[in-house]
């Protein structure tokens, strides 16, 4: 008899608690709530530490006091507010820094979770600490937000020598490997919007490298630095988050570029010669000063 998602049964008190950790700059009103309420209704209360929003320096006025007032009558959230456009990378730290759960579990500021979303991540971490595991990431229509949902199997992550983000189907190799159509798939890289991680093994991973710069490139970047420091990357078939794909991004791409020939020169050792190969652009990109990775 075949195992589904639905037969698992878990022993909330055994499963580590989490943090969720939404950074946002500029966000819809609608989306932005959207996200931060479904966390909270469909979370164990047990498992919920806390729900942290990072501004980013937002400008609109929707987001000033008019969100302070709303999320002021909400248990577990928390709002913390970068006194400068910071980027991504940087404004999640900011928000990590002070959660207070075992795991850090981050999303886009555009979601929808649902019923049984969380428990299967945590239960994966507890099994094994040096999990990073991403849910089944669902489409949200961007015009109508009807949630679509995922049409067949589960994809995983992958790259072009663009170093550029790709999805694939699960090879055959992976799906003979599980043992179970429930068990975690391991992927390569990361989409990097949605994803849950101990934050003991965060910090043994150096966090994310704080010189990636605005947005784009830091998913492969992390991604890379899972799989070289002992750990594994997995995506979970139990854990459903729809996702908005909005038309454009919230964040400027302008340093994307910067960003993918930092992770070429730190992680892909003589690999990066190939990206180079195929990125004569890349190549101008190379006198910029590099921090030290710790």
Avoid at 46 to 64: F, G, N, P, T
Avoid at 91 to 104: E, K, M, N, P, Q
Avoid at 145 to 169: A, C, K, M
Avoid at 265 to 282: G, L, S, T
Wanted: with cysteine; net charge negative.
């Amino acid at each position: 008899m075949t195992c589904s998602c639905k037969e698992v049964e878990y022993d909330y008190r055994s499963l580590p608690t989490t943090s969720v950790v939404i950074t946002f700059y500029n966000e819809a009103w609608s989306t932005l709530l959207r996200t931060v309420h479904s966390v909270l209704e469909t979370s164990p209360d047990i498992l919920l530490k806390e729900v942290v929003l990072v501004d980013d320096y937002s400008d609109r006025a929707h987001l000033k006091g008019p969100l302070e007032q709303h999320i002021s009558g909400l248990r577990k959230v928390r709002l913390i507010r970068a006194t400068k456009r910071e980027g991504l990378v940087r404004a999640r730290l900011l928000g990590a820094s002070i959660t207070t759960g075992d795991v850090l579990t981050f999303l886009d500021c555009h979601c929808e979770c649902h019923d049984g979303w969380l428990e299967p991540l945590l239960h994966r971490i507890k099994e094994e600490p040096s999990a990073v595991v991403c849910p089944v990431i669902d489409v949200i229509d961007w015009n109508t937000f009807q949630y679509l949902g995922n049409s067949g199997e589960p994809q995983i992550g992958g790259f072009d020598w663009r170093l550029v983000f790709t999805w694939h189907t699960v090879p055959e190799y992976e799906q003979k490997r599980r043992r179970s159509p429930i068990d975690v798939i391991r992927s390569p890289t990361m989409a990097g919007g949605l994803f849950a991680v101990s934050k003991n093994y965060f910090h043994y991973l150096g966090t994310y490298d704080t010189g990636m710069e605005v947005w784009g490139g830091e998913n492969l970047e992390f991604s890379f630095r899972i799989w070289q420091c002992g750990g594994s990357l997995e995506v979970h078939p139990c854990s459903h988050v729809g996702h908005v794909f909005p038309k454009k991004a919230p964040y400027s791409r302008s340093k994307a570029l910067a960003n993918s020939v930092r992770a070429a020169e730190v992680w892909m050792d003589e690999f990066k010669d190939v990206y180079y190969h195929r990125n004569p652009h890349a190549r101008l990109e190379r006198s910029l000063p590099f921090l030290e990775i710790n």
